[in-house]
């Protein structure tokens, strides 16, 4: 069982930043993928980033290059650094845990999910 609890949302204007972070209880957290989702008003969950047990990392399109993903397992934690913020990236944005640690995009792929935090970017 793993537990995430999200923090780091606010309000934030255009082309500022900030930094999500997540923090995870449970055993074997090295083992796990961790994925940041969000979910905009109205659609559905969106794949953001990924950082895999392996140490891989992956980012959507809209994303890439702005956002940087990491983690630190002797702390239990993941970060989302966000940069060049647009008022589209508004959204809840989730924490999620995936015990076959790949790192996928799909968000059935991840089995344990915070209970987001909310971002919203001013124009």
């Known amino acids: 069982q793993v537990q995430l609890v999200e923090s780091g949302g606010g309000l934030v204007q255009t082309g500022g930043s900030l930094r999500l972070s997540c923090a995870a209880s449970g055993r074997a957290f090295s083992t796990y993928a961790m994925g940041w989702f969000r979910q905009a008003p109205g659609k559905g969950r969106e794949f953001v980033a990924a950082f895999s047990w392996s140490g891989s990392t992956y980012y959507a399109r809209s994303v890439k290059g702005r956002f940087t993903v990491s983690r630190d397992n002797a702390k239990n934690m993941v970060y989302l650094l966000m940069n060049s913020l647009?008022?589209?990236?508004?959204?809840?944005?989730?924490?999620?845990?995936?015990?076959?640690?790949?790192?996928?995009?799909?968000?059935?792929?991840?089995?344990?999910?915070?209970?987001?935090?909310?971002?919203?970017?001013?124009?």
């Open 86 to 123: 647009k008022p589209e990236d508004t959204a809840v944005y989730y924490c999620a845990a995936d015990g076959y640690g790949l790192g996928r995009s799909e968000p059935e792929s991840y089995e344990y999910w915070g209970q987001g935090t909310q971002v919203t970017v001013s124009s």
